[in-house]
């Protein structure tokens, strides 16, 4: 039996990319030139990978119909997983003792109250990150935005002005930092010319690790 492909997105791209979206779907990125024998034969080749992904999305759906927030839910932040806490003492979400404490006036929409808390939390961490970096060796940049960008953890403008998406804040500090140095790098090399990821590298030495942890996430 086939693997059902939702979409294929044709771009002059030279590879065929596979990706599973957050609503379990099969979409295949391919060149202008690709024909769906040579698409058909890469799903089918990569059949086991795409199942375990699509087992893996299925089960976050299931468990997040199953449980709203509440006392104990798991959240993850910068890479660990914390319990959730209601609280009717507290006016703001916030990181204490291993748990995260969330007052019950945001559950009327809790989704929107983490995400901004998320959000509040990649800025503050990254522009601490950033700022280290960039005195450290030198880089220069225009600014630093945090947007809900998924499909890029972050970007460099032409005019050396920094993106960051806040799902940053849910891995751990040594990917946020490869992220960050990922950037700062593209202020001074547009493309990922060698002499970019020599540049990387001459920062972080193992950003090949890093960059591997991050795409578990």
Not at 18 to 44: H, S
Request: charged share 25%.
């Amino acid at each position: 039996m086939k693997i059902p492909i939702s979409r294929i997105i044709r771009s002059r791209r030279h590879t065929i990319a596979l990706i599973i979206t957050r609503d379990a779907r099969l979409v295949v990125r391919a060149p202008l030139q690709a024909t769906m024998t040579e698409i058909e034969a890469l799903v089918e080749h990569k059949r086991s990978w795409i199942t375990k992904k699509l087992q893996q999305v299925q089960q976050r759906q299931d468990v997040h119909r199953m449980n709203p927030f509440k006392d104990g839910e798991l959240f993850r932040y910068k890479g660990k997983q914390y319990p959730l806490t209601i609280t009717s003492s507290e006016r703001s979400i916030h990181l204490n003792d291993n748990h995260i404490l969330f007052p019950e006036r945001y559950l009327a929409n809790p989704e929107r109250a983490m995400i901004y808390w998320y959000a509040h939390e990649t800025l503050r961490t990254i522009s601490e990150r950033v700022r280290h970096y960039a005195e450290t060796y030198g880089f220069r940049h225009t600014g630093i935005t945090v947007t809900g960008a998924r499909t890029r953890w972050g970007s460099c403008s032409p005019a050396n002005r920094l993106c960051f998406s806040w799902r940053l804040i849910l891995t751990p500090e040594t990917v946020i930092d490869y992220v960050v140095v990922h950037e700062l790098c593209h202020t001074v090399e547009k493309n990922h010319s060698q002499r970019f990821w020599n540049k990387v590298a001459s920062i972080l030495p193992d950003y090949k690790e890093r960059k591997r942890i991050l795409k578990e996430y």
